[in-house]
């Protein structure tokens, strides 16, 4: 991806045009972007007391680009694009530009104020009844707030696309293109690999155990030591930060301002160094945008899978290798002497590689990690699609979930009541998760296959190479192919479960010896 | 200041009108704290490749904001509350709010946007010009900039107050109503006592020395011993923040969010104490501003002079007084047991005591820094009057100087170039550091007057009975009254520089054994 070259002429009408519709959507991601900063400081840096008038400062900025977004003349200049000789004869960023943004602003044009306004506020209540519900083990706190926020977004996907499946709606807009069906049936094929594995690792005779990692590791010495990793991997602090929340998480407010946090467990290292391996991949691809179209589709990510492809390559398939370990291991030793004298490189990555059903899906083992997401992806399909009520969803959940790990869930709160996701709005999100881990393992293969010595590369502490690859394959491009696209084009495949249970079958089974 | 009573009836027209103005002035506040928030990322936290985004933020949050304030439509429901009866039989607060508000707009709105973008474009690059100009010392790279932003600056006063002197006008943003005849009739007064103080105390036999002060404190240990002389005088953490910069300010981003920085020299405690007991200081005037109100009259500061009045005291009359050392003294030991092990609370308090003409204002003392303060005042105004042309500033700069400080600046750089202020457009902004000097004597004197046990108090690290005579004198005012009418009711006295004066004398007096 990169600018369109100088025109050799004045622009046509045409392009004036598609610069005065690029000019608009860049005001409004200034905006966005500001609303961006907003969240990222109340989340970090904010006095306690500063949030109520936190929420009327975003309020107001959400409203304000909101405004700017769903603009009619900004529509008409859309619709006056789309049917112009750029749609058809323009490059390739300018021809996904002019589609992208028309669909975007169908989508949002569509939907009456009345609406984004009751969505924004009964999904605040909702949030709020599940801080509760959850402390309390509440089921009957969160159900109406549930009930009410999938009425509203079954009605909001039906305002967005009328003629379409509504959770395939819902689902575009965190996976542009995806199709729920398409998705059961890679689903389907995974869990029927992950589930017997899983039994097995289980059954092993020799499990690994990580109380190594459960020694002492002092914060001030994490932070140093998860830092020098993030700037090893290529995290740019000339044009990003590291802070502390309880809620980990990437946030970018600016081309050149990319933001990630972590929190800290001074009894257990992986919480912050597997924390912001995961979020310095997010933060990676963010970096790896092409600036000079921030806020535009060709500079925005493809999609929250692809997203989470980067966070988990990085977490997953680079972090817990043995040739992370041969390279990462004497900087750990020289950070925490005390806990990890006298261990080896191979010891402390046996450690990452157990496998244990377990109830919280956010503390889950790279494998189970999977299952609880399958299971939430049904279990949210089927209430979009009237196959099941939201008063049924307890049952359902403690019923699948003793299908998948053998026990049933012993309270709500470490059940149905775990994820904050459904309570705001975010429906037809989870199944991203497990959709990043397939393009993460799917990419890597690949990457494999055409950088030969990475293995080496890696136990140097070399990873510009990987690096490179997926700005090339993935990064640069943008928002300009849809997810199924970007992947098939940089692995030479289509989407498949294959590598990842491939993956998981060669690293867990191993550890495990039953492979 | 309290909110008006619940209404017994529905709202007249009039309060209605007043309601609608109120609501719109509220949404301009919410825009210009978004505003505060970019300027203080920018200053503590922004990564150093983001500043070109942010310029492009804060210009759009301006912009926005901008439109709001001098929306016609506001300006005639202002001019309608003027007309009407609560401009003459409303509450204080209205009535105040009420004529405050048509003041603000009608200096805004007679301003050209032209000449509104013209200022804010010079003095971006004046300031540039002003960094580099500084750092070689070179007057000529400044000069043209200097000249530009004075014309730009009288053209803007000229639109303002077409019938006004100029520099009144210029004043009147920062410190309403100050009249700069009346501001030179005080200073002439103060400068005839400070100039034989300072001489005094030059020539005094046992003058205070401050190499106790310049030992090893460690900055961890200085992070946690300012703050806990923060909350001591009552700044409230769950409302505010305390980061690093290298410039120290107090910024408002909401009405329970104020956030104060400092900066840290391991060889010097005053940086960061003093630093810290003037930022909070302005912290406490804002977190003592009526929350109700944030954004109106009733709930902003009444003026930078007023401002600097707070800042002072806390700093100066508090923080330098043997009373606070006798509290302080045991928390800094233990804070600091290498440095001050053997010393007394009496021997630490004389330390900050030292008076010496110098060279930078920022680092000057107590008493010497109002001849900074005064000398600049003279400049500009004549500057501002066509009595002295931008050309012969240096000049007059050195000539000046030398009669007061008995030396003349070796370059440009430790002279006329030593400030930003004038390159920021900041003109009439210097007389209000010493208005605040006289403003914080002038309380002091009446707060001692009806707080017999404020002493006692202070050497028992009792502050809260300073903070409720401050809260209740000046801050619940918020901009209700001038600053003269402000500081004469608070202290039953006009406003004058003998108490400042005298204050000086019995402190630096006493401390050099001159008195």
Redesign the interface.
Known sequence: MSTPPPRERGPSPSERVFDDVCGHVR?TA??A??ES??GW?ERT??????A???A??SA??AA?AHRLRTDPAHGDRLAELAAGPLARAGSPAQRATIALLNKDFARQARVPERLVEAIARTCVEAQQAWVTGRAESSWSTVEPWLRQVFDLKRELAACQAPDQDLYDTLLDEYEPGGRWREIASLFAQLRSEIVPLVQACEGAARRPDDALLRRGYPVSDQKRFVREVAVRIGFD?????LDTTDHPFCST?????C?ITTRWDERFLPTALFGVLHEAGHGLYEQGLPTEW?GLPPGEAASLGVHESQSRLWENLVGRSPAFWEWCFPLARAAFPHALDGCSPAEVQRCLMAVRPSLIRVEADEVTYNLHIMMRFDLERAVVHGELSVADLPDAWNERFARDFGFRPPSAAEGVLQDIHWCAGLIGYFPTYTLGNMFAAQLMAAAGRDLPELDRDVAHGRFGGLLAWLRDRVHRHGRLYSPAELVARATGAPVSERWLVESLRARYGAAHGCV
Chains 1, 2 share one sequence.
């Open positions: 005001r200034v905006l972007s500001v900063l907003l400081d840096m904010m006095p306690a007391r500063a109520a008038y936190r009327e400062q107001a900025l304000l602090f000339d044009r990003g930060r407010m600016g081309p050149e301002d933001r921030f």
